[in-house]
């Protein structure tokens, strides 16, 4: 039994400590030793089946720092970190957050990434990162390496791949108005025809290549 | 398969049965048929006494307040902020903690050009909705997906790309191109925490956590102008007043509705239907909700958690307990729903140890097909899952059965997410009409970002505009409330939800507590 599920059966009622139950959302941070054992153990509550003996406590939020900013300021440039996150230095390579993580991230390679100047690496080795805060709760420089990668994420993301190029165009032809017309023909439609236009449209093979193009091109 | 063919199986879908559901008795939409589960929320009285409530004791002001903290609450409060407004977001939970952030597969919109564009988008998502769809809806959808998804990717949402920047992307269930685009099996958790983020950037975007919405506030004029909060820890009713209101709940999966399992979030309890109905806004395409047809059935640990649809389009096949297959790959989910349970009707399904049945979802075959290893590696969350349960799913099938998904109905609005009542809009799981009768896979990730894009502006406009300074008042649910007494409807029910309640008999029958002092928790 997992403890979303097991903790209701023994008559508790969860407000804070339960999200999603699928192992994504980070609400459900929990340690646990088991008797005799000195190591601390983590996990997240959802995905952990109840052992006997086992003592536990949900940790659904730890106050962390965050840094604002303007994110249409920001650029690629490593020291952008640097200046929001300064504490990234006080990281010592104990390793502690990677031993925390329970999607088994390798936090503190991603965070050392980030004190190189990597930020592709970093938003990488965290793109698993729910955001549970484990990592935080036992990091020795106290730095919210959560927080750190969120923003590198992001500046990867909008800064360092390429855009789409061709979703720039469709933007660019639809807010023209090259489909309003069609559009509004289909809106018009009635069921009979809309029925058989869509019994009728040419499908895509699943197997086919990025090259692949349709027959007909008249609504494109 | 043909739509005759279709809609032959879907008799087998619980939507189809009749005693499922009854007339709703009250309301702007009574006479309506829905499932039992919604009925009983409806039909039920309010978690405060109106009376009690001091209207004129305000504890928050704002312009514009959005309920919910999912995607298309936060993204409506960024565009709202963005037009001027000062904005309160109140959520149920934890910012972020919404159905949203569980969705694995993608995010629909045409965005190659040559060979893909809105008018094919149209097409798949009427044909997926029965060609019942609203069709101003359906078409502001797939015109205004491209740039939806470009504004994502200004945000810095890491979408799987090739070198060049150009979008990976894959069918989904009823689509005809490949236009589901994702970030790596995360795309969910990946848009959810990045526009969660950039909320966080926002001066003027304030969120209160653990308070939900329990009625809308109208003014005398008859506009939404707040709405009465639950603070669910120290269980205090607070009063929060505004220009415009942005209802984004979400769905109502935790309902387990004909007791179906569930994928959803631990608060998808249908609050916002409740609130918006009793406000005066009708229901549209409520009758309709979504199974997912590959939900796990066991082990009981993870019963109800979704199986992505990718096994099966990397070559795992759904047979029956005979070792036959019985389906067609990529129909539409409610089409595939259906047949699984036809197929453990016709007595094909396979018993599972807790006494259930489902079918056989052969995720061996993948290592068949693509070398040793290939669950292990291209599966790796799940086969972990399973593997602490003592099941090595590459060498062992899953079982599986449909789980409840997705609600596609909900409170009707229109193209520029009004509702009946001036001032308050909806965006995501929470309304009615775009989907239709069912909803396509990636389509409900693109919903929130395009519709909580134009409910944010549009509230930000009204609430600058058109709200008017007004009396609060709380008539509305006590016209309700009357109404329901006046149908004959006693009862001890009490709703919004709030959160499913799981407390086993056993502990139920020594919860002996004569009278609660506090609230009706």
Known sequence: ?220 | MSLEARQEILRYHPDYKEEGRREIKVGPSKGYRIAHEFVDLLEARSRVDPDKVDLSRVDYETDVLVIGGGGAATIAALIAEENGAQVLIATKLRHGDANTMMAEGGIQAATKGEKDSPYYHYLDVVGGGHFKNDPDIVAAFVKQAPDALQWLESLGVMFSKFPDGRLDAMHGGGTCRKRMHYCADLSGLEIMRTVRDEARNRPNIKVLEFSPAVELILNEHGQCAGAVLYNMETEEYLVVKAKAVILATGGAGRLHVQGFMTTNHYGATADGIVLGYRAGVPLSFLHTVQYHPTGVVFPEQIEGWLITERFRSEGSDIVNVNGEKFVNEREPRDVESARFIKECLDGNGVPTPTGKVGVWLDSPMLDILHGEGRVRTAFVGKWKVYDRLGIDISKTPMLVYPTLHYQNGGLKDNAECETAVPGLYVAGEVTGGLHGENRLMGNSLMDIVVFGRIAGRNAAVFARERAKQGKLTLKHVKTYLKELKEAGIITDRVAPMLLPDYTTPEVKEKQLTVSYLGTLR
């Open chain 1, 1 to 220: 039994m997992k403890s979303p599920k097991g903790l209701p059966y023994a008559g508790y009622k969860f407000i804070r400590g339960c999200g999603c139950r699928g192992g994504t959302c980070g609400a459900c941070g929990t340690v646990y030793r088991k008797p005799g054992d000195y190591k601390l153990q983590v996990a997240l509550a959802c995905q952990k089946t109840i052992e006997p003996e086992m003592y536990m406590a949900l940790i659904p939020f730890f106050p962390t720092n965050r840094a604002q900013y303007e994110f249409a300021e920001l650029t690629s440039v490593p020291e952008e970190v640097f200046k929001l996150y300064p504490e990234l230095f006080r990281c010592v390579a104990c390793n502690a957050c990677t031993k925390a993580c329970p999607q088994g991230i390798e936090v503190m390679d991603a965070i050392s990434a980030l004190k190189q100047g990597n930020i592709a690496e970093a938003a990488r080795l965290s793109f698993d990162c729910i955001q549970c805060g484990l990592c935080t709760s036992r990091c020795f420089g106290e730095l919210a390496q959560y927080h750190m990668f969120q923003l590198a994420r992001r500046i990867y993301g909008a800064r360092v791949i390429p855009k789409a190029e061709h979703l720039a165009e469709m933007v660019r032809k639809t807010n023209e108005g090259r489909y309003d017309q069609i559009l509004d023909e289909l809106k018009q439609m009635k069921k009979d025809e809309l029925k058989k236009l869509y019994q009728e449209r040419e499908a895509e093979p699943m197997a086919a290549g990025e090259d692949w193009k349709p027959t007909d091109t008249r609504y494109l």
